[in-house]
């Protein structure tokens, strides 16, 4: 993340903001949630947003930002919202429809699909005997999706 900061386009000032405002919230303001998986999702999807803050970076970090990205989405399904907002704003800020092919995306979209062809591959009994306990403990799953 210091990296995709140190390389951004925007201004030592805002980029000195940006930091600050990083620490604190993944610091001070989740002292006492420090790693739980929201946390740590919401520390990967900023790495999705910085990385289109500087120049083109290489193939290599591009790959890198959408694997971060996807594990946290892995942690945390639901929460493919951000990512999607992310890309949708990009998308309308730029207009420029073929980013949506970008290659942290692809890679975001080729992660999440192994990782549940795994799930179903490999560990089909997490489907039949997690999944349904883990709805009837969550009751909220039951409700309807803007109640979650």
Do not use: C
């Not at 930091?19 to 001070?28: G, H, Q, S």
């Not at 179903?120 to 799953?141: G, Q």
Request: hydrophobic share 60%; aromatic share 8%.
């Amino acid at each position: 993340m210091i990296h995709l900061l140190a390389t951004s386009a925007i201004g030592a000032a805002h980029r000195a903001t940006l930091f600050a405002a990083v620490l604190e919230a993944f610091f001070v303001l989740a002292l006492a949630e420090f790693g739980q998986r929201e946390h740590l999702m919401l520390m990967l999807m900023l790495m999705l947003a910085l990385g289109d803050l500087g120049p083109r970076a290489g193939w290599g970090e591009r790959i890198s930002i959408g694997l971060t990205a996807a594990r946290g989405l892995m942690l945390k399904p639901y929460f493919t919202v951000i990512p999607a907002g992310i890309i949708l704003a990009r998308l309308a800020r730029d207009r420029q429809w073929q980013r949506l092919f970008d290659l942290p995306n692809l890679v975001i979209g080729i992660a999440l699909l192994s990782y549940v062809g795994l799930i179903v591959l490999v560990h089909p009994a997490y489907l039949n005997e997690i999944v349904p306990p883990a709805r009837l403990v969550y009751a909220a799953y039951d409700g309807h999706p803007l109640a979650l």
